[in-house]
């Protein structure tokens, strides 16, 4: 027997739950996967956000594109006055009187970076001490600049299996807030989780990643945008599996347009454009192996349009193939080559490509050590002897 999916509306006057915030989408989520999952569907509207929406397994969130809005709200920041122990959940601060429950966190200091700051959401207070949902990843120090933050993804989805969020607008309001590492959070983030989509969303103004997801096997990004964020457009991270990103765009990001982080695996990047972002179009870190890379448009990022980052052998990203893609005068800023070839990546292939290089810089540069590459039916403007450098 065929089961009928709940539907929940929000937002408007009229929707089953009525009101504008991160609290009211929630409970919409909640009502719907409660029920055995359906959809939310999500009016026009300008959705105020002390914490992230958490998406839940066999929910679809759908909004109605640019006209719903969901926006970050102003920073809260205080510094820690103590030690905060790894496996705790107490927060002691200098001002606790202007944070309240249900706001969305980060917990860091000068001595923490990526999974080492803990997020969270937080639960309650007791006297001058708040307590936070998720226990500590490290130890945090006064002595070391500790801060307690509500900074937050605006939609995330985490342990979550068969979510989707669709036809949404993210607006990051980065002038109110300093940056979260892209291993903790983004506009859109995602972790140890399956079969999440995001559909035709836009994420702009993030002070952070644009999209960022960390060991998660068979996502999708289709038709998603990631504008002026201040950290990279794309965050593919931390031995995630199968994702398939398409008809995506990172326009004036100020770090990468896609960053490859550690060890991804057996992926498909099409159609997508990267543009005008501060850092490299493409950069490939270490152990990202088995990847796609066709019918993409790469143009005036300030580094290379595709890098390898220089790294050991041991380390090396492998088996990528890059086809019919068009790279046009990239290294805006401080780019080496359209493409930079180091690190011994190894089975690299090159083909199909239309490469029209910055004035001065090289289409392809091969630093030494570099395996032998494949290089096929490419087309470079201009041509010459310093077309393709090797080192």
Request: net charge negative; glycine share 10%; with cysteine.
């Amino acid at each position: 027997m065929k089961l009928t999916q709940a539907i929940v509306s929000v937002g408007k006057h009229g929707s089953d739950i009525e009101g504008f915030t991160n609290s009211h989408l929630q409970s919409a989520v909640e009502r719907v996967a409660s029920l055995g999952g359906g959809a939310v569907e999500v009016s026009a509207g300008i959705f105020m956000m002390d914490d992230a929406l958490h998406l839940a397994s066999n929910v679809t969130v759908r909004g109605q594109g640019a006209a719903t809005v969901f926006r970050k709200t102003p920073m809260r920041k205080a510094a820690i006055t103590t030690i905060l122990g790894y496996g705790h959940t107490d927060i002691i601060t200098d001002n606790p009187d202007i944070f309240k429950v249900g706001d969305g966190v980060v917990i860091s200091s000068a001595q923490s970076h990526g999974f080492l700051d803990t997020t969270g959401t937080l639960l309650r207070r007791e006297g001058d001490i708040w307590f936070n949902s998720r226990t500590f990843n490290n130890d945090y120090n006064s002595a070391h600049n500790a801060t307690l933050r509500t900074l937050h993804p605006l939609v995330d989805a985490v342990g979550a299996t068969n979510a989707s969020l669709e036809e949404v607008t993210l607006d990051g309001n980065a002038a109110f807030n300093e940056q979260i590492n892209g291993c903790r959070g983004a506009a859109f983030y995602a972790l140890n989780s399956q079969q999440i989509t995001a559909h035709k969303v836009a994420a702009h103004d993030f002070n952070g990643d644009g999209f960022s997801f960390q060991t998660c096997d068979n996502l999708t990004l289709d038709t998603c945008f990631a504008e002026k964020c201040h950290g990279n457009g794309f965050h593919p991270g931390s031995g995630s599996n199968r994702f398939h990103i398409k008809n995506c765009t990172a326009r004036a990001c100020h770090g990468c347009g896609l960053f490859y982080c550690l060890r991804v695996r057996n992926s498909i990047l099409e159609t997508s454009l990267f543009e005008d972002n501060h850092s490299h179009g493409i950069y490939i870190w270490a152990r990202d192996n088995n990847h796609i890379n066709r019918h993409l448009t790469i143009r005036r990022n300030g580094g290379c349009g595709i890098c390898y980052m220089n790294i050991p052998p041991s380390h090396s990203s492998n088996n990528h193939t890059f086809s019919e893609c068009t790279l046009t005068e990239n290294c805006t800023r401080d780019g080496q080559a359209e493409i930079l070839l180091q690190g011994s990546p190894r089975n690299t292939t090159i083909s199909g490509l239309n490469i029209t290089r910055h004035p001065g810089k090289p289409a392809i540069m091969v630093t030494p050590n570099t395996p032998p590459f494949t290089l096929t039916d490419t087309t470079i403007t201009p041509p010459g002897p310093d077309a393709i450098t090797y080192l």
